[in-house]
């Protein structure tokens, strides 16, 4: 249904209104990455007319850095919460797997997000990875022999990964029809989640 742009004047309405848009661009990325998702349609799906978005984000880049932020603190609790019991390697790969746009992010934060944004907006983004990272340090070493420097290498290499992974394993319908039609380079479609829990125990053993 069409909507009806309106501004927001209160404090309520502002926070009402950023949160609409970092729903709907959650909304929007979740099915199809985030790489084809436009401001534009972000504000639509979010009742703001696109010129009114530059009141609350920056851009488009600012939105998704905001999501990174949040997921960050989510994959941080999750590790945290998580019965020892399952390994860590397991772990770690396992509430990854559980974030898909948390892994698509991961790969465009360095690569794009924290480029096209103001250094007000990425030092946002770095202080709450940052103490998003410390909880991962505090369970990692917790549940484990590692030490928080192989903890923080161990936490580096893996997101890493998956960042690069989760690219690989979901393909544009392009590649993936390439892939379905060529043997010889089916290879290359892999399976993320074993895939990286194969990685994060090679990781964890060596460290």
Do not use: N
């Not at 202080?127 to 991962?136: K, R």
């Not at 340090?137 to 549940?143: P, V």
């Not at 290498?153 to 990964?161: C, E, M």
Request: hydrophobic share 45%; aromatic share 6%; net charge negative.
């Amino acid at each position: 249904m069409p909507h009806t742009f309106q501004r927001a004047r209160s404090t309520e309405a502002k926070e009402e209104r950023i949160a609409a848009l970092l729903a709907a661009a959650r909304s929007l990325a979740a099915p199809q990455g985030l790489r084809t998702v436009t401001l534009t349609e972000i504000a639509q799906a979010a009742g703001v007319h696109v010129s009114g978005v530059r009141r609350y984000f920056g851009s488009r880049e600012e939105i998704f850095l905001t999501l990174a932020a949040e997921e960050w603190t989510a994959w941080a609790q999750a590790v945290a919460t998580r019965p020892s019991g399952d390994g860590l390697a397991a772990t770690l790969a396992g509430t990854l797997a559980e974030r898909p746009l948390f892994c698509d992010l991961l790969a465009h934060v360095p690569l794009s997000l924290e480029r096209e944004v103001s250094a007000e907006a990425v030092r946002d983004y770095k202080l709450t990875a940052l103490t998003a990272l410390e909880v991962l340090l505090d369970a990692i070493t917790r549940g484990s022999d590692l030490s928080r420097e192989s903890a923080q290498d161990l936490v580096a290499a893996v997101t890493s990964i998956a960042g690069s992974l989760w690219q690989i394993a979901h393909p544009p319908a392009t590649l993936a029809r390439l892939y379905a039609e060529d043997e010889r380079v089916a290879h290359a479609a892999s399976d993320f989640t074993p895939r990286l829990t194969r990685l994060t125990e090679a990781l964890v053993r060596g460290l």
